[in-house]
């Protein structure tokens, strides 16, 4: 799998076993059922230490049982209630 631009011209080759949508400028893809990772719209991998399969979204995803941000930090566990987690946050 791979992804293509508007004019269906491919941008970044069909190298990946699994891909998702772009959420808040990043796609979990994966090589293998083991290589799972994000990457960003130009095909760079980002955060491959983590084993990506959860989208963004409010500048969080989840990564096994914690919240992590864009830039990889762990910032809470996780809890099936974000909003939960949002409010005692702020």
């Known amino acids: 799998m791979g992804y293509l631009d508007h004019d269906g ?27 799972c990772f994000y990457i960003d719209r130009s095909g760079s991998p980002e955060l491959k230490q983590f084993r990506a399969w959860w989208p963004f979204t409010d500048g969080l995803a989840v990564i096994g049982q914690d919240y992590i941000d864009k830039r ?8 099936r209630e974000k909003r939960h987690f949002l409010e005692k946050s702020q």
């Open 72 to 79: 990889g930090r762990v910032i809470a566990p996780y809890s």
């Open 9 to 35: 011209k491919m941008v970044i080759p069909a190298i990946y076993k699994q891909a998702w949508d772009f959420s808040e400028g990043l796609a979990a893809v994966c090589l293998s059922d083991e290589s």
